[in-house]
């Protein structure tokens, strides 16, 4: 019996941290930013940032969520009491707040893009008519708002009901599905007439792209896809079991979820070429040419409503992590309820969120540095506050934590040996935060 209970815990504390990162990170922002950034020479840098400063940034917030056994501004205080760290803090709030926001939009578009699909809306038309149906769907900028608020509403009745772990044990079953539906759209995209050179462009690297922007990209886009820098994993990790695999959960989760990012390349690219369409067609691109895909597929019907069900669940698990992040600040640092906390975090997002809707549409004259605000929220999270937050964290651990105390977390106490131990500590210590930090200043043209 007991035996087993393990085994259940160890699965759940993999699974919700995979329902953090897995969502429309991977299957939405992966391949738009491959798509704009050269492809190949992308995915090679997001890559080396998964595995070189994403893994040790994610093991640098599991050791003080475990550590501490509290959410993320007690356990820095815990651990370096009169230390600045916990401005890390203020900037995971501000980041989660402003991702939850853009999130919510392109959430409410996946609804859309279901409701869609039950009507049979997605089937009948040419490529040009599924083109336009994105543009003339976020140009009605109403539209777009009610379904990102819709969204909204539906996140805050999970948080407030208390039912996130409902739905997390639903999303455990549901995720393992969406794998296989992402593995048979593969090999459906494989057997397209011009597949070659979508994999051509997905895998063979172009280095004359790579510049200092769109190496800042794939860090963003390494970041944002595993959740890492807003202290969203430390705050799962402050709920693993003394005898978790902080490393080898670190390694698995960073695992799964590149391997989600890819198998979205594979369906996409070979697609965007067999239909003569654009890679660098921004975030619009998987929802152009998707329908098209379903299209092809025999019972196009119920693939699409199945994979758009299964994405917004995938979206939801994501919102809901990240939207902890500020509710329990709330809770913990102004001593709201969690039901009020639980309603600033969603108006927040829920003014924020129609601005960014609204910037497809009547919005989009407005810019600010050239971005339209949906833009900008997107840039300046991922881009900026992640890096950020990625610096602290790793500084954090790697310099003013007590040594002891990360060898201890390192080992689950002692009960593993880590093989691997000194060159994680060096990546945590000196690889992250002076690779994230060049990373940052060149791709913002301060150096
Ligand atoms: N990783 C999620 C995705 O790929 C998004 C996400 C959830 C996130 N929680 C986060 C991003 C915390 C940054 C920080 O869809």
Redesign the pocket.
Known sequence: MSNRAQFVTKMGVIAATVG???????IWRFPYEAGLHGGGAFLIVYLLCVFLLGIPVMIAEFVIGRSTHSNALTALKKLKPDSHISAVSYVGIVA?LM?LSFYSVVAGWIMEYLYQALMGGLSGHTAEEYATLFSSFTVNGWRTVMWTLLFLLINFMVLRRGVEKGIERLSNVLMPVLFVILVVFCINSLMMPRAAEGLNFLFNPDFTALTPKVVLGALGQA????????T?LLTYASYFSDRTPLVRSATVVALLDTLVAILSGIIIFPAVFSFGMEPAAGPKLVFQILPEIFQQLPGGYLWSVAFFLLLFFASLT?TI??SEISITYFVEAHKMSRNRATGLNTAIAAAFGTLCALSFGVLSDLKVAGLTLFELFDYVSSNVL?PLGGVMLSVFVGWIVDKKVVEEQLTDYGARRITLLRPIRFCIRYVAPVSISLIFLYGLGVL
Request: charged content about 0%; aromatic content about 10%.
């Open positions: 953090s990162a897995v969502g429309l990170g991977n989660s991702i970041f944002f896809s595993l959740s890492l820098g807003l969203c994501s992590s990240m992640l």
